[in-house]
Structures are given as structure tokens and as C-alpha cells.
């Protein structure tokens, strides 16, 4: 009997331990640009500057083995013409549309080529309560500082141990 009871819990345990991780929907970073050089000659670099990070995000989540992470291309479009920010929970809306457990929007403020600050917010999509919130500061408006913040913001918040746990 006591073994059957051991072998019972450890198939129990086996199954936890191999459990799938949660899908996550990684949503477009959008720019929130009161510089002003974005006032009069508009936010290209920054633009092109967004899909990278968003995409620098979703690989190394994807990379971590801790994320399922879910192709966005069905809802794109609804999402780049929302403000996901302030919406009123479109974005837990179409991340469910897809299947999503987790969801991640993000935005840069821009308020000079020095003063930069990027957000990621991760959020239950099914409860819509926020799991984390990650925000960092960057010095210079350049493809490396953006990158190397999103890299830090990766490494030591979203994958940091407990990060987001209560």
C-alpha cells in the first residue's frame, strides 16, 4: 500500500514539475513622445526603435523556457490603433482573443534624447490584476541604450527569482 501511495505522488509531482508554461501575448511597445525635436520633426528612430525592443522582448522570454509566448499578427492591427494604456482593458480583451493566460504592454516616454523612461506591465489576463510592473530610466536616445535597458529589465525583473510573486 505504501507504495503505491509513493508512486501516486510522485506521478503527481512528475506532472507539476512538467506542467506547460503559461501563454503569454507580448503587445507592440507604444511611444509616448513630448520631446520637443518629436514635435517638429516627428518620432521615426523611436518608432523603428519600439518594434525592436518589442521583439528583443518576446525572444528572450521566449528563450527563458518560462513563457509560451503567442504570435500577436491576428489582433496587431487592433492593438496598434488602441492605446493599450488607456483603453479601458482592450488589451486583456485581445490577449484573451488569442488564447493568452498573461499579457505584456509596454510604453516609452520620451521627454528629450536624455530624459527616456521604458515601462513593461504584465498582467493576469484573466483577472486582469497586475502581476508585475518593470520601469527603467535610460540616458540617450540610441539603439544600444534601449536595447541594453530592455536587456536589464528582462534580466533582473521579469526573469529576476519571485519577481511579480507575492
Given at each position: 500500500?505504501?507504495?503505491?501511495?509513493?508512486?501516486?505522488?510522485?506521478?503527481l509531482t512528475s506532472s507539476v514539475a512538467f506542467a506547460d508554461p503559461p501563454k503569454l501575448a507580448v503587445f507592440d511597445f507604444e511611444l509616448i513622445d513630448t520631446s520637443l525635436?518629436?514635435?517638429?520633426?516627428?518620432?521615426?528612430?523611436?518608432?523603428?526603435?519600439?518594434?525592436?525592443?518589442?521583439?528583443?522582448?518576446?525572444?528572450?522570454?521566449?528563450?527563458?523556457?518560462?513563457?509560451?509566448?503567442?504570435?500577436?499578427?491576428?489582433?496587431?492591427?487592433?492593438?496598434?490603433?488602441?492605446?493599450?494604456?488607456?483603453?479601458?482593458?482592450?488589451?486583456?480583451?485581445?490577449?484573451?482573443?488569442?488564447?493568452?493566460?498573461?499579457?505584456?504592454?509596454?510604453?516609452?516616454?520620451?521627454?528629450?534624447?536624455?530624459?527616456?523612461?521604458?515601462?513593461?506591465?504584465?498582467?493576469?489576463?484573466?483577472?486582469?490584476?497586475?502581476?508585475?510592473?518593470?520601469?527603467?530610466?535610460?540616458?540617450?536616445?540610441?539603439?544600444?541604450?534601449?536595447?541594453?535597458?530592455?536587456?536589464?529589465?528582462?534580466?533582473?525583473?521579469?526573469?529576476?527569482?519571485?519577481?511579480?510573486?507575492?
Amino acid at each position: 500500500m505504501r507504495a503505491l501511495i509513493c508512486f501516486a505522488a510522485l506521478l503527481l509531482t512528475s506532472s507539476v514539475a512538467f506542467a506547460d508554461p503559461p501563454k503569454l501575448a507580448v503587445f507592440d511597445f507604444e511611444l509616448i513622445d513630448t520631446s520637443l525635436p518629436g514635435e517638429f520633426y516627428g518620432s521615426k528612430p523611436e518608432e523603428a526603435r519600439l518594434l525592436r525592443i518589442s521583439e528583443q522582448l518576446r525572444k528572450e522570454l521566449a528563450e527563458s523556457g518560462r513563457f509560451q509566448l503567442l504570435d500577436i499578427a491576428p489582433v496587431r492591427d487592433a492593438a496598434r490603433h488602441a492605446n493599450l494604456q488607456a483603453c479601458g482593458g482592450c488589451d486583456l480583451k485581445l490577449a484573451a482573443q488569442l488564447g493568452a493566460e498573461l499579457e505584456i504592454t509596454g510604453m516609452v516616454q520620451k521627454v528629450s534624447n536624455l530624459i527616456i523612461n521604458l515601462n513593461i506591465y504584465l498582467r493576469d489576463v484573466k483577472t486582469g490584476n497586475m502581476i508585475a510592473a518593470a520601469s527603467a530610466d535610460m540616458r540617450g536616445n540610441t539603439d544600444e541604450s534601449w536595447s541594453r535597458t530592455m536587456s536589464y529589465l528582462i534580466r533582473n525583473r521579469l526573469l529576476a527569482p519571485n519577481y511579480g510573486k507575492p
